[in-house]
């Protein structure tokens, strides 16, 4: 695992909404909210200037009235405000670390088991979860070509796991497509992460 160095709140809350803002599941939401408060996406997303407080304000209230960050519900639910983040890039073959948030339904889809690597390997031969199956070998597909993702979001207690906070459909498609280049996480650290009800 290669440090880089810290990062900053404000950092991981702009790289969670650059992820989501195009995501099949909450996209539409995300650029509802926006057009209901009349934001501009490439400004506040796209090109965020993380030295505007103002802007990083909005950013961080987007993120609470969607995913219940700083308001311990939905997704943050019991995320505790002491965490510090920091980034490190991985190789593919260190992605064996990474293990999907305790969510039923990440849960269900990878059978019981949280490890990316072993759903990523078994996934091909699961029928009954064909609709993610194609998210994922599309991503892992622009992934070959060379295209560049918003940095996956990850949490930990201790040093042994990495425990997705966002990422799983693009964690998954990294271990298929075996990228050369380092993939880029945001890490976030606390002791109290063991209390977030999805750790």
């Known amino acids: 695992m290669n440090e880089r160095g810290s990062a900053t709140e404000n950092e991981m809350i702009s790289a ?27 400004s506040l997303i796209d090109q965020a200037d993380l030295a505007d407080a103002k802007a990083n304000h ?14 311990n519900r939905g997704l943050f639910k019991g995320f505790p405000a002491d965490v510090q983040w920091r980034r490190v890039e991985l190789t593919h ?3 064996g670390r990474l293990k999907y948030s305790n969510f039923p339904r ?22 009954t979860v064909e609709k993610v199956k194609d998210r994922i070998k599309a991503v892992a597909e622009k992934v070959r070509q060379g295209h560049y993702f918003p940095g996956l979001i990850v949490v930990e207690a201790d ?19 075996e990228p050369s280049n380092e993939i880029e996480l945001l ?11 999805y750790y």
Request: net charge positive; hydrophobic share 40%; with cysteine.
């Open 16 to 42: 969670f909404l650059r992820a989501e803002m195009d995501s099949p599941k909450l996209g539409n939401v995300y650029r509802g909210y926006m057009t209901w408060c009349g934001l501009n996406r490439k």
């Open 58 to 71: 909005t950013r961080a209230k987007m993120l609470t009235a969607i995913q219940g960050y700083r308001a």
């Open 93 to 95: 073959l260190e992605l």
């Open 106 to 127: 990440w849960i269900t889809l990878n059978g019981g088991s949280r490890s990316v690597v072993d759903r990523a390997r078994s996934i091909e031969t699961d029928l």
């Open 159 to 177: 040093s042994l796991d990495l425990i997705l906070v966002d990422g799983h459909i693009r964690a998954t498609a990294y271990v298929q497509a």
């Open 187 to 197: 890490v976030g650290s606390s002791s109290l992460l063991k209390h977030w009800a």
